[in-house]
């Protein structure tokens, strides 16, 4: 619910913080949109909100970057942009979506290695609790 935090959201903001000092803050900062957002609206809706998050918190972040593809010694643009890039390390790919799929995390895994970003966050909005939507990949 909006405006509620629960002790399971609170324990894992916890947790968060003590594994990986780039994501917490992030997290948080989703936490905190979708707290008063709740589910429902478009990706682009919750992108705009976290992003001003982002900034009142000082993180540095990019919108809809370019992705390039590289193909035989070329860097192709193909159209691909990565939602946001945050502190030039952590990718953000965001949904807004009834459920996660197999190719929703392939195509985040993909924006990471192409992107040569080691850290990334697959955030789906449209979720009752947001920790549920969260999936955090390592490469």
Request: proline share 6%.
């Amino acid at each position: 619910m909006p405006g509620f935090i629960t002790t399971e959201t609170q324990s894992h903001r916890e947790n968060e913080e003590q594994k990986d000092p780039r994501t917490a803050p992030i997290i948080g900062a989703a936490i905190e949109v979708h707290r008063a957002l709740g589910p429902g609206l478009l990706e682009s809706a919750y992108e705009q909100c976290l992003c001003h998050e982002l900034h009142l918190r000082g993180l540095a972040f990019q919108r809809q970057v370019d992705l390039p593809v590289p193909y035989k010694e070329l860097n192709l643009d193909c159209g691909y942009k990565m939602d946001v890039v945050v502190e030039d390390e952590v990718v953000l790919e965001l949904k807004s979506i009834e459920k996660m799929l197999p190719v929703h995390e392939a195509q985040f895994l993909t924006y990471m290695k192409l992107s040569g970003k080691r850290v990334g966050l697959l955030i789906n909005f449209n979720v009752p609790l947001l920790t549920q939507g969260i999936i955090r990949r390592v490469l």
